[in-house]
């Protein structure tokens, strides 16, 4: 028996097989997390599509319009958490095409190379620390879907997004963290009042559907900053 909920039909199978890649996903920590994305690397496409998870998307198209879609092929994007590659291609269905990819997962990492979409793609932890293999002032954008919220990057690492960008250049991700588990506010003041960069937006969109409440909408917000 299938149940429409939201707009949107989830069979039983699906349903039973979405709450245990989230019981997997929320039980994991800052340790385990990659282990957890490894195991899920063949079925996260998947997952995406029952929970309707797209900001992927939203992002690239906010970029774009952001740019006015001009010289997007010369602007030089890094991905990170690119997982298997969605932000990538949509990045370039939008025109981008100077893209690289930085993931701490083997399989991911793969899949994204698959996509054809990524120059150079890093296999690495991301952290507050100076990444290895990426100088300061590197890439124009620094680019990131799905990635902040709990148990996933910590807010820290926004200040190495801001070393890795090039002054003038722009940070731009996703953040979700509706039970103020990585206390977002602070760390994005902290990073304007270091002087690090300035704020551009920060808007409310559409995340994902969310199954432990009967499937109904929730949202994120989209953030842009401006590197100074």
């Not at 010289?71 to 025109?95: A, F, P, T």
């Amino acid at each position: 028996m299938e149940n429409s909920t939201n707009g949107h039909v989830v069979s039983e199978e699906d349903k039973k097989f979405i709450f245990d890649y989230l019981n997997k996903l929320y039980s994991a920590n800052t340790e385990t997390i990659s282990e957890v994305y490894s195991g899920f690397a063949s079925v996260y496409d998947k997952a995406n599509a029952i929970l309707k998870y797209e900001p992927f998307k939203g992002l690239a198209k906010d970029l774009a319009v952001f740019f006015e879609h001009k010289n997007l092929e010369n602007k030089k994007i890094l991905d990170v958490g690119c997982g298997s590659g969605n932000l990538g291609k949509s990045l370039v269905k939008e025109g981008f095409k100077n893209i690289d990819g930085l993931d701490m997962s083997d399989k991911f990492l793969e899949m994204a190379e698959e996509t054809k979409c990524y120059g150079k793609l890093f296999k690495v932890l991301f952290t507050s620390n100076p990444t290895p293999g990426i100088k300061d002032n590197s890439y124009d954008v620094a680019i990131s879907a799905g990635c902040y919220l709990a148990c996933h990057l910590p807010m820290d690492t926004i200040f190495e997004l801001a070393r890795i960008v090039k002054p003038g250049g722009y940070i731009h991700y996703t953040v979700s963290d509706p039970n103020d588990k990585m206390d977002f506010m602070y760390w994005q003041g902290k990073l304007m009042k270091e002087k690090k960069a300035e704020l551009i937006y920060m808007k409310k969109e559409p995340y994902r559907l969310e199954p432990t409440k009967n499937f109904e909408e929730v949202h994120c917000y989209y953030v842009m900053f401006k590197v100074l």
